[in-house]
């Protein structure tokens, strides 16, 4: 597990590398209550945000690497108006033709995107930046 911290703009972000592994979900869970202090989020807010970000690891803890072992990344980039949180993997991705994981096949054992979807005020799921793996992007608007 590696947790790196930086100030990225004028936010404060958070980079944690957890194994993809189910026991393992409960720190990203953690590192968000951690840094909820630092805007006192409402408590459902932040019950909601854990949610939305334990479904987002699982979806990478289930489907990313199937048979072999491999690393999730979570950022967690705290702005002065909004909370974003981003979920990567470098398993298998979506690139047509190959293991795709689709929205259909993320949602296949729950309804975590849907969830994530209901919590979120954006989200974004794609493939790196780097062209590996998958990424899963969601925006938390902060109220004043």
């Known amino acids: 597990m590696t947790v790196v911290g930086s100030d990225v703009g004028t936010g404060s972000a958070i980079r ?9 979900i409960t720190l990203g869970r953690l590192a968000l209550s951690g840094l909820s202090r630092l805007r ?14 334990t479904e987002a ?7 990313a690497y199937p048979g072999r072992e491999g690393l999730v990344e979570i950022v967690y ?6 909370l974003v949180i981003e979920v990567a993997d470098d398993g298998a991705g979506f690139e047509p033709g190959g293991r795709a994981r689709t929205e259909e ?3 296949e054992g729950g309804l975590g995107i849907s969830i ?3 919590v979120a005020d954006e989200l974004e799921i794609g493939a ?5 793996g998958s990424r899963l ?6 109220v004043g």
């Open 16 to 24: 944690l590398t957890i194994p993809a592994k189910a026991e393992y």
């Open 40 to 53: 006192d989020l409402p408590q459902e807010t932040l019950a909601d945000l854990k949610l939305a970000l």
């Open 57 to 63: 690891c699982s979806n990478s803890v289930r489907h």
């Open 77 to 82: 980039d705290l702005q002065p108006d909004r």
């Open 105 to 107: 096949q993320l949602v």
């Open 116 to 118: 994530i979807r209901s």
């Open 128 to 132: 790196r930046e780097d062209g590996r």
């Open 137 to 142: 992007r969601f925006v938390k608007l902060l």
